[in-house]
């Protein structure tokens, strides 16, 4: 534990912490599995811990998302319909994990993100190329349904949204890792946005870490998604699938040593 050494050198480990956090969050999400135990770390508790991490994760999100956008990797008009979604998913998530035990999910958690990890591994073509022919009734209702769900699963629980985000919308709409990649971060940051404002409301943020932290997130997400954008699906595929096993992986020792 670094809950004892001084302020300063907690802040630097988060700062470097961070980075590393946003980077691989903006490629292929993730983030969490690397920023919520370095907050754990320097001895914050377990609400402080979550909200400060909104606070910082969402600041890395805004940018990601702009440099998506900037580059054409984001569908506007299918963002019209899924975000609104997205939003009152995150409503009703953070609402309901305040009556219910957040751990009745992780064995289900678990199992999908462990699916969705290993069919990605094998699946040779999977999300490497964009095969995106417009949208249909279909496709937007089922989009619609996805982007509740998902909000309603990051304001409730929230490890490994980004792999499930990234691996939906590839399967409902054919895009491939990059143009998934960039309408994952605006739905991820709406829901985050949405969470933040919450524990900000009930003052679990602690803004004397979190501001510092926050700047090397965004520095981070510039990094990585300058990279995801220049290396294109191949790049992000691996990255993609490591993580969403990595989460996987921590959730299972998790249950187990409880």
Known sequence: MLANIPI???????????FLASFVDSIAGGGGLISLPAYFLVGFPPHFTLGTNKFS????SIVSTAKFAQSGKVDKDILKVLLPFTFLGACTGVTTVL???????KPIVLV??????IYSLFSKTIG???NFEGTTKKTLILGGIFAFAMGFYDGFFGPGVGSFLI???IKIYGFDFVRASGNAKAMNLTSNFTSLILFAIKGKIYYLMGIPMSIFMVFGAIVGTKLALKEGAKF?????VTMSLL???KMLYELIML
């Open 8 to 18: 300063v050198y907690k802040i630097l480990f988060l700062c470097a912490a961070g």
């Open 57 to 60: 994760a969402t600041c890395g």
């Open 99 to 105: 009556l219910i035990d957040s751990n009745v999910l």
């Open 112 to 117: 999908l993100l462990l699916g969705v990890g």
């Open 128 to 130: 490497l190329e964009d």
């Open 167 to 169: 691996f939906g919308l």
């Open 236 to 240: 992000i595929k691996p990255i993609f």
């Open 247 to 249: 989460v996987a992986v």
